[in-house]
């Protein structure tokens, strides 16, 4: 499985970036798309997820109200709209593919994820 994330970019606080993330490869029926960010100095953490069975979507407590999690019409594609973003989200964003069905519960950490996409900058200025 390929993952190629996108949309990375400068903006100002309060304002919006949409992220998206391109799998290709390997196909499965179930599976889950993470989202995950990284700033300077710090550990990776879990932004949010979304399974492909039923689009449940799950998300980290310092996002929810301001993220939204989607999928494109051809299943392909998973989206991150990001929404009043404010300078603590500045971090580089990853994509990454879970083999597990992610519809029950968030998966939420790194290591329940078999692939990951090189990850896009994200820089909110004050």
């Known amino acids: 499985v390929q993952l190629q994330a996108s949309g990375g970019g400068l903006v100002q606080a309060g304002g919006s970036l949409r992220l998206a993330c391109a799998a290709s490869?390997?196909?499965?029926?179930?599976?889950?798309i993470g989202w995950f960010r990284q700033a300077p100095g710090k550990e990776r953490e879990s932004v949010g997820s979304?399974?492909?069975?039923?689009?449940?979507?799950f998300y980290a407590d310092s996002v929810k109200g301001r993220f939204t999690i989607s999928r494109g019409n051809s299943n392909s594609t998973v989206y991150l709209q990001m929404n009043s973003l404010e300078p603590e989200d500045t971090a580089v964003y990853y994509c990454?593919?879970?083999?597990?069905?992610?519809?029950?519960?968030?998966?939420?950490?790194?290591?329940?994820?078999?692939?990951w996409g090189q990850g896009t900058l994200v820089t909110v200025s004050s």
């Open positions: 490869g390997r196909t499965f029926s179930n599976y889950a």
């Open positions: 979304i399974c492909r069975r039923t689009r449940r979507t």
């Open positions: 990454a593919f879970s083999e597990r069905d992610g519809c029950t519960y968030f998966l939420g950490r790194t290591d329940q994820y078999h692939y």
